[in-house]
C-alpha cells in the first residue's frame, strides 16, 4: 500500500472500439459448446518491475515532483503515462535532467557511463535497477576481470543490453541471434563464457547457446540463469494453455521483450492465433470468428487492471467463463532502492519491503 499519498485513479478509459456490438461479436462466432478463457498464472507484474514502480511513487510522496526518470521505468505506456501523470518526467538521457534534481535509473539497468554522467551533473539519484539484472552486470565485471570474452545474448539496442554491455564493451560482443554465431569474431576460442539478457525466449537463448558451443566447444556457462524466474515463469504458463486454445491475448507495450516474447512463445506452442494489445482498446473483433477458447496472459511490466479490462471485453463476447491455469507460485520480494530506503527510514515510512504481484493495489 502507499503510505503518504492519496489513491489515484489509474485506469485509462476503456473506449469500445467495436465496430459491431458485443452481442453481434458473440453471435458471429460459429462455435459449438461454451466459450471459455484459460488465464495464464503467473502473469503481469514481477518483483523487479514492482520495486521501479514503487520506487517512482515513493520519490514522488517523499521528494515531490518533479522526479526525473531515465527512459521508461518499465516498459508500459500505461505505467509511463500514469506515472507522468503524478509528476514523474520521463527523459532520455542525463543531460535533459535540470542540474541538482532527482533521477531514477529504470528497471532495466544503466552502464558504469551513465551513472559517471549523473554524478558529473550534480544529479541526486535512485537506482531501481532489477537486482536479477545488477547480478547479471556483476558477473559481466567479474568475467571481464579474469580477462574473458563475453558473449551477451540479447537485443542490440534493448536498454538493458545497453548497460550490460556497457559494464565491460571491450571485453563483450553482443549476440542477437543464431544468425550471428558464424561470423563471431572471437580473441581466444577457449576463454568464452555466454550471459544473456533477462527477459529472452528459454527455448531460443537454448539454441543461441547450443549454436554457440557447436562453434565453441569450450565456451564456458553462467553460474546461474540469466533468463529471469519472471520471464521463465511466464513463459511456462503460456506453453502450458497455447495448445488448448484459438487464440492467445497477450497484454503488454510492443517494446515490452517479454510481452513480444509471450506472443511468440503462444505462437510456437500452438496457440492458432496469438496477438499482442496495450490494452483493451487494442482487442480486435475480427479475431474472434470461430474461437472457442482464448488464452489471456500478460508480461511482466503490465499492471493486472489491463488484464481486468481485456478480460471484461471478452466477458461481452461471450467469453465468461474463465479457468485460471496456475503453473507456478511466486512469492519474490525485492527491497526497495537503498537510497530510496534511507530517505523512507528518515521520514518514517515502514513500507520498505514491497513488491510481487498482487502485494498492493493496483494503481
Ligand atoms: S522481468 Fe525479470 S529481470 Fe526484468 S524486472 Fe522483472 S524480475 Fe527483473
Known sequence: MRGMSAPVALSMPVVPRVRRSPEEVAAAAPVEGDKKVLLASPRGYCAGVDRAVIAVEKAL????????????????????????????????EVDEVPEGSLLVFSAH??????VSSAADRGLQTIDATCPLVTKVHREAVRFAKQGRQILLIGHVGHE????????????????NGPEDVPSLEVEDPDN???????????????????????????LQDPPSDDICYATSNR???????????????????????????????AAEYG??????????????????????????????????????????LLAEYGYADVEEVVTAEEDILFSLPKELRARLTADGDATRNLGGRGARPAR
Open 61 to 92: 510522496d517523499h521528494y515531490g515532483a518533479p522526479v526525473y526518470v531515465r527512459k521508461e521505468i518499465v516498459h508500459n505506456k500505461h505505467v509511463v503515462q500514469t506515472l507522468e501523470a503524478d509528476g514523474a518526467v520521463f527523459v532520455e
Open 109 to 114: 539497468g544503466v552502464s558504469p557511463a551513465v
Open 160 to 175: 538493458e543490453v545497453e548497460g550490460t554491455y556497457g559494464e565491460a564493451p571491450d571485453r563483450t560482443i553482443i549476440v
Open 192 to 218: 568464452l563464457v555466454w550471459l544473456s539478457q533477462t527477459t529472452l525466449s528459454v527455448d531460443e537463448t537454448l539454441e543461441i547457446v547450443t549454436a554457440l558451443r557447436e562453434r565453441f566447444p569450450n
Open 235 to 265: 513463459q511456462g504458463a503460456i506453453k502450458e494453455i497455447a495448445p488448448q486454445t484459438d487464440l492467445v491475448i497477450v497484454v503488454g507495450s510492443p517494446n515490452s521483450s517479454n510481452s513480444v516474447r509471450l506472443k511468440e512463445v
Open 271 to 312: 496457440a492458432a492465433r496469438a496477438e499482442r494489445v496495450d490494452n483493451a482498446n487494442e482487442v480486435d473483433e475480427s479475431w474472434f470468428e470461430g474461437v472457442r477458447t482464448v488464452g489471456v496472459t500478460s508480461g511482466a511490466s503490465v499492471p493486472e487492471v489491463l488484464v481486468r479490462d481485456v478480460m471484461a
